[in-house]
């Protein structure tokens, strides 16, 4: 059998942006994927649908599985002939134990790559405005484990980390706060020296205490403290509130829930992640095409025939001209026929096909296209709906009434989806996520089946258009709907409704 490979990739810490293009593009690949519980949830959202999973934990005094066992699984899984990745939070080599994997794949002659990650202890002060380095301060910064075994004393040299006069940063030193602070002052550093501790750095959960060495652990059993969290000491600290940018940004603080389906997610996040929100992309939907296609072809063997050819989704129109082509024809097939679409999303995916909308309706949704495109017409037009499985029936009743020959094409379905990796009940329940987007009424629906027997009054819903919204009020959601059918509209709904909390 042929000698699978592994790739150690380094996840960064947290915000999906912070993930490097080759990391993305090996986990693209992977037939299997082992990770940590400190990978963040946007990279995790970008794991292929078909790579087997393993979870292996791997967060500060909860391991799933022994490192010496981590290091076998990747062995087995590589003799297999497998693309193995180990996806690890933060760097693969800084405190992440990849040298020891790597020891028993090479002892084994398997391939591997290392790929670096953005490291915490860099990221997360810089997200709360604290430079590592800063030519007034000091020339150096120094990276320390904060984590020990229960019972042993730090092996940890506290007067030559004082000595350096440089920056410290501890990771996995949260619970051994109290014996860093004590060793440094012990040591001989001044006990007014800034420090600080960064809970969830790069994510909605970022939190910052800025204090002293001989305050510090006082100021966290006051305000308290999440894990993950580092800590950094050191005169740069102080720069803090005066360099601090993330948490300036509109939607910094809010995580969103965008279940779009997924060829259709990445803009919707773009644009809420500029505003600072973390996303979460989990579609709730999948659309397929239809497997037996002949009613479409039956349709495009007359194409010219039709007046005019109505597309409600994005999803149609790249669905419509797929099978267009796959029959062996193309848009000059169209002959004269004029096009209507629902809204602007379905407008530019015709435009990027070098076609033009000839009507679009004044508000986006089926009644309204139906219902002034009617009046548009005749009597006697023959009209194309490529379409979903189940569309709008008041679409086509509209028409009808006009004296229109509809021909109302299902041509691909909607299928439910569900996470394996992210339980969405768990964190609408424990209030980890602000507010979900809904850009359809069966998105809505997909939620719903993917999250039963959550409260649902617990959810903030962000809605494109009124039967989006009404799907989602039918549930008991809390729901709001963008002024306008557009995703620039949907996002400042979403900015909108934070300001209001």
């Not at 963040?40 to 979870?55: D, K, T």
């Not at 007034?136 to 075994?149: A, E, L, P, R, Y």
């Not at 602007?344 to 986006?364: H, I, N, W």
Request: proline share 4%.
């Amino acid at each position: 059998m042929k000698t699978g490979k592994v790739w150690l990739v380094g996840a960064g810490p947290g915000d999906i942006g912070l993930f490097t293009l080759k990391g993305l593009k090996v986990l693209e690949q992977a037939d299997v994927v082992v990770y940590d519980s400190l990978v963040g949830q946007g990279v995790l959202s970008r794991i292929p649908e078909n790579a087997r999973l393993i979870n292996v934990g791997k967060r500060a005094s909860h391991h799933i599985m022994r490192q010496e066992n981590i290091n076998q699984v990747l062995l087995e899984e590589a003799q297999r002939g497998l693309r193995v990745v180990r996806l690890k939070g933060g760097d693969p080599f800084l405190f992440g134990r990849g040298g020891e994997e790597l020891e028993l794949l090479r002892e084994n002659g398997i391939p591997y790559e290392v790929v670096p990650g953005v490291t915490s202890s860099i990221a997360v002060p810089a997200y709360n405005g604290v430079p590592v380095t800063h030519r007034n301060f000091c020339s150096s910064v120094h990276i320390i484990t904060g984590h020990k075994k229960a019972g042993e004393e730090y092996d940890i040299d506290f007067h030559a980390l004082v000595d350096t006069k440089g920056t410290l940063v501890f990771l996995m030193g949260v619970s051994a706060l109290p014996d860093i602070c004590e060793g440094l002052i012990g040591a001989g550093m001044e006990k007014d020296m800034p420090a600080a501790i960064l809970q969830k750095g790069t994510t909605a959960g970022q939190k910052r205490i800025v204090a002293t060495v001989s305050t510090l652990e006082e100021e966290v059993k006051r305000q308290g403290i999440e894990t993950p969290a580092i800590i950094v000491v050191g005169k740069v600290c102080t720069l803090a509130e005066k360099f601090a940018w993330y948490e300036e940004l509109p939607l910094s603080g809010w995580k969103v829930l965008v279940t779009r389906p997924k060829e259709l997610v990445s803009r919707t996040a773009d644009k809420l992640r500029e505003k600072g929100a973390e996303v979460l992309e989990l579609p709730a939907i999948r659309t397929v095409p239809m497997e037996d296609q002949s009613r479409l072809y039956k349709a495009l063997d007359h194409l010219e025939e039709y007046q005019w050819l109505v597309f409600t989704s994005p999803t149609g129109v790249r669905v419509f001209f797929e099978e267009l082509i796959r029959h062996g024809k193309d848009i000059r097939a169209m002959g004269n026929a004029r096009l209507a679409v629902i809204g602007e999303g379905t407008k530019k995916a015709l435009q990027e096909r070098g076609l033009l909308a000839d009507f679009v309706p004044s508000v986006y949704d089926g009644d309204t296209l139906g219902k002034e495109l009617s009046e548009l017409l005749s009597g006697g037009e023959k009209i194309l709906i490529p379409r979903a499985e189940k569309g709008n029936e008041k679409l086509t009743a509209f028409l009808a009434q006009a004296g229109a020959v509809v021909e109302d094409v299902p041509t691909y379905q909607t299928l439910y989806e569900k996470s394996q990796l992210i339980d969405e009940k768990k964190e609408f329940e424990t209030g980890q996520i602000s507010c979900a987007v809904f850009t359809s009424a069966s998105t809505v629906k997909g939620f719903v089946e993917g999250t039963k027997g959550l409260d649902y009054s617990k959810v903030k819903a962000a809605c494109i258009g009124r039967q989006t919204k009404a799907a989602a009020e039918s549930f008991g959601m809390k729901a709001y709907m963008s002024e306008k059918a557009t995703i620039d509209s949907l996002v400042k709904l979403v900015e909108d409704m934070k300001r209001s909390e």
